[in-house]
């Protein structure tokens, strides 16, 4: 008896033979899938992985040095001071009257602009996923932090609550 799985479609429950995904009446869905899958793949694959530590992450020294930060033991001890400090609430959020729990540690001037301050607690901000995405977009703009930008020189905001109004729009 040859193997089956159940169709993929939701809420179908048609048995497939392997190595089809779809049932009869949903197998459009199917190339759909394997592209999808091997888009999957090839976002995983080592010689994908190698371009870019090479090319993104690791691009020249001063990345490099600061993706090893990332991954030191002081980092691991300063992001847990932080957040047992900031009680795993967002302070960007906390500084506009909202209560927001948090697991990612930022800094607030970033290292590529400071790189001096990267090691200093009072740099360094609980926040959550929303306000960290839109920092980050207003760092890129406003410090020229990023790939393929250039840093620029301008006046240095390290108050939470300047920043936190300055990235409501972002």
């Not at 888009?39 to 001063?62: E, L």
Request: glycine share 4%; net charge positive; charged share 30%.
């Amino acid at each position: 008896m040859p193997k089956v799985r159940r169709c993929r479609y939701r809420g179908c429950h048609a048995l497939v033979p392997m190595p089809d995904h779809y049932c009869t009446q949903h197998y459009e869905h199917e190339a759909e899938y394997l592209a999808n899958r091997q888009r999957w793949a090839r976002s995983r694959d080592k010689n994908y992985q190698r371009k870019y530590n090479s090319v993104t992450r690791n691009r020249n020294a001063d990345k490099s040095s600061q993706y090893n930060f990332y991954r030191s033991r002081q980092w691991v001890g300063l992001r847990k001071n932080v957040l047992e400090r900031d009680y795993y609430l967002c302070q960007y959020c906390k500084a506009l009257g909202k209560v927001t729990s948090a697991k990612t540690v930022d800094h607030i001037v970033p290292i590529e602009y400071a790189p001096n301050l990267k090691a200093e607690l009072s740099n360094l901000a609980t926040t959550c996923s929303k306000c960290h995405n839109a920092k980050t977009a207003w760092e890129r703009e406003y410090y020229g932090t990023g790939k393929d930008n250039q840093l620029k020189s301008v006046v240095k905001i390290d108050n939470i609550k300047e920043v936190a109004s300055l990235i409501i729009g972002y």
